[in-house]
């Protein structure tokens, strides 16, 4: 059941319909892609503001809390010097997910998606490493998969790092490395679009520290051509 309470006059449409009714939760501007930016792996306020160019403070804050008072997204207060407070979602902030998918969807067929060579100019490395394998997770094929992933890309400039995470059937990008991580490949911005399209094994486009069979276990859970 939608919580309405919180909803100020003139931002909600009052109408018995369910899509109105989740437009009252999910339509306002911005909304949706701070949850994108939630799912791709920003959890910290001025990254998600940086992610959403063109946002004001105010806006991100509102939109922060009214996902939260609608169970979408949880805030974490760290104690820390300076305190560090951090966004994540919340079970029913991940079901938004297939919202998502279908828009994606319907934009191969109708406007430009995001290709290969528009990396490094129109986007940014760092957007497309963490959005594109986002959206082409598959969470039925990571049920009984927990693996962490490193890929290191040499093209990519300053930020050439990010760490996958796979368990509970989510995948969960960041930026950074892990020494931890189960697997390590270093490769291009080719190579990591051949490897996440799943036309090539991560071995065949780069340099492979860990188990090439993990490889291709997190490999799988991704959508190919």
């Known amino acids: 059941m ?67 008072a609608h169970g979408l997204v949880q805030r974490h207060y760290q104690r820390a010097l300076p ?37 490094g100019n129109r986007v940014s490395h760092d957007f497309a490493v963490r959005v594109i394998p986002t959206f082409s997770f598959h969470p039925e094929r990571a049920q009984d998969l927990q693996a962490r992933m490193t890929i290191e890309i040499t093209d990519a400039g300053d930020t050439n790092t990010w760490t996958f995470d796979i368990h509970d059937g989510h995948l969960h990008p960041r930026r950074s490395g ?3 991580a189960d697997v390590y490949l270093k490769t291009d911005t080719s190579g990591f679009f051949r490897f996440i399209r799943g036309e090539a094994r991560a ?20 959508r190919t051509q």
């Open 2 to 68: 939608a919580q309405r309470a919180d909803l100020e006059p003139g931002r909600t449409y009052n109408l018995p319909c369910v899509i109105a009714q989740v437009l009252d939760i999910l339509g306002d501007r911005w909304t949706l892609l701070i949850i994108r930016d939630l799912m791709s792996g920003l959890h910290r306020y001025v990254d998600i503001l940086e992610s959403c160019s063109g946002m004001s403070p105010n806006v991100l804050s509102d939109r922060l809390r009214r996902l939260e």
């Open 83 to 119: 305190p560090r407070v951090e966004y994540t979602l919340t079970e029913k902030g991940w079901e938004v997910r297939p919202i998502l998918l279908a828009l994606l969807d319907w934009g191969r067929r109708h406007v430009e998606p995001i290709r290969e060579e528009h990396v």
């Open 178 to 180: 892990a020494p931890d």
């Open 203 to 222: 071995e065949d486009v780069g340099q492979l520290t860990g188990s090439p069979e993990t490889a291709a276990a997190i490999q799988a859970c991704f």
